[in-house]
């Protein structure tokens, strides 16, 4: 007997937790959606403008639960946390949400590597998980940066505050490098042949150097990682994926795919450049030079 009314008590405790667990997300009577989502100032979160919008609400009724004094079956007591965990998952709440970035927020928007540029590599994967650095702006937002043009200080509107001795310090280390990156970028375009072209890792490209550059020009110990980080990681990733979609293009014999290859690889270029360009000042150093 004993026996028994312990199992029961721990089917209770199940039912009432997973009540418990939906009611958090809820009000007694409602759930309430709204069109906004995490992060939706940030520009990747406003692709389709509906954020500039007012938000919509709207209204789903939550099952009636029948009071715990009633007899109840077993079948009864794990329909009921059954049921209330399903009306939370078909509710315009989680129903609205289009898809997860690879790094796990939630966006009512379409997410994908092509999204917010169509221009972006199609090499790369769903997850992130083929480029140099897997924590960039689309690992973030779900979606592709725009290009900046050389020179540009409109995008992004903002950058984050550094020292700048410590700009200086890594301008000083991996200044040399990076033009040295740039000037190898430059070339790719004229080269016919596959095998001339060296793989997307190969420390010729220097990319790993212009991800450290990067570091210590958009971040620092009171920052931590900033979107503008990610944006300046996302174009290095497209550096690297290019490379290996002009040596695809080339191997096939695709003239025209490997023209645009080496095109997106100019503006990926330009943009990082630009990107760090900004923070360059009289105290820090000379500014790069962009690629015509």
Known sequence: MNSRVHKWQIILAIVMSSTKVCLAFTSPQHIISSSSTQLSS???????????????????SLPKVKPLTEQFTRR?????????????????????????????????????PLVGNPEASPSRRNDNSNV???????????????????GSTEFPKTMPFVLSQQRYD???????????ARDTIVQIGSISSADDVPNS????????????????????????????????????????????DYRVAIEKGDAED?????????????????????SITSKVGDPFGYIE
């Open 42 to 60: 940030h520009w990747a979160n406003r692709l389709d403008g509906r954020f500039d919008e007012p938000p919509t609400y709207e209204a789903v």
């Open 201 to 244: 890792d190969d420390p010729i490209y220097q990319l790993r150097a212009l991800g450290l550059l990067a570091n210590s020009f958009l971040a620092s110990e009171n920052t931590g990682t900033t979107n503008e980080l990610m944006l300046a990681r996302w174009y290095i990733n497209e550096l690297y994926l290019r490379i290996g």
């Open 170 to 180: 890594a301008l000083k280390k991996y200044g040399s490098r990076v033009d040295k």
């Open 76 to 112: 009864s007591l794990l329909t009921l946390g059954i049921g209330a965990t399903a009306t939370l998952l078909s509710s315009p709440l989680v129903a609205n949400a289009a898809a997860f970035a690879p790094g796990g927020t939630l966006l009512d928007r379409e997410v994908g």
């Open 258 to 278: 490997a023209k645009i290859s080496s095109t997106c690889l100019n503006k990926a270029m330009n943009s990082y450049l630009t990107l760090l360009n900004r």
């Open 132 to 150: 140099l650095f897997t924590q960039d702006n689309y690992f973030k937002f779900g979606a592709a940066a725009q290009w900046i043009p050389a």
